[in-house]
T-cell receptor, first 112, second 111 residues
């Protein structure tokens, strides 16, 4: 039982490049979330999903897109990376909105 | 501005001392969670409090939910170096599909 996994763990991009971060969970959770974590700002919600085929915007969605084609996977895309998107990205999943969220180990992204 | 304000932002204490971390809001929450995050890892749930005035104990950690369900505190007794980490509170308002996280308190316990 791997829990929540994220790939890749580290990535360096040049401004304007695109990439996709993959999150996978094996707990059959309905809810999945993408956060970014920056110093002094805690976890800020980018997008979330309440079930397969659904997505919704969080607090800081601009510059990101997501897809949830399969229940166990939640993809985060950056179409044209900017230095302001340098951050640590965490994926999480849960049974419902108020339940414990299980987090992945994070992806450290640097945009130069 | 964040829905949940945590204080202090940083706390550095000697092993054996006590500490308290606060999580405050003007909003009412149906439940509140506390997470601990160690460097290079994702946050891990410590406790969930759901009833106003509730007190939960987890070994040397005591969590309290305010009577009005707008605030919470985490008290650590006789802190140990293993308590070092980033402590995050997160609230569920019960009317949307997500948690709101505080900015976190970085706790360092020196041996």
């Amino acid at each position: 039982n791997a829990g929540v996994t994220q790939t890749p763990k580290f990535r360096v991009l040049k401004t304007g490049q695109s990439m996709t971060l993959l999150c996978a969970q094996d707990m059959n959770h309905e809810y999945m979330y993408w956060y970014r974590q920056d110093p002094g700002m805690g976890l800020r919600l980018i997008h979330y999903s309440v079930g397969e085929g659904t997505t919704a915007k969080g607090e800081v969605p601009d510059g990101y897109n997501v897809s949830r084609l399969k229940k166990q996977n939640f993809l985060l895309g950056l179409e044209s990376a900017a230095p302001s998107q340098t951050s640590v990205y965490f994926c999480a999943s849960s049974w419902t909105s108020g339940d414990e969220q299980y987090f992945g180990p994070g992806t450290r992204l640097t945009v130069t | 501005t964040q829905l949940l304000e945590q204080s202090p932002q940083f706390l550095s204490i000697q092993e054996g001392e006590n500490l308290t971390v606060y999580c405050n809001s003007s909003s009412v929450f149906s439940s509140l969670q506390w997470y601990r995050q160690e460097p290079g890892e994702g946050p891990v749930l410590l406790v969930t409090v759901v009833t106003g005035g509730e007190v939960k104990k987890l070994k040397r950690l005591t969590f309290q939910f305010g009577d009005a369900r707008k605030d919470s505190s985490l008290h650590i007794t006789a802190a140990q170096p293993g308590d070092t980490g980033l402590y995050l509170c997160a609230g569920d308002r019960g009317n949307d599909y997500k948690l709101s996280f505080g900015a976190g308190t970085t706790v360092t316990v020196r041996a």
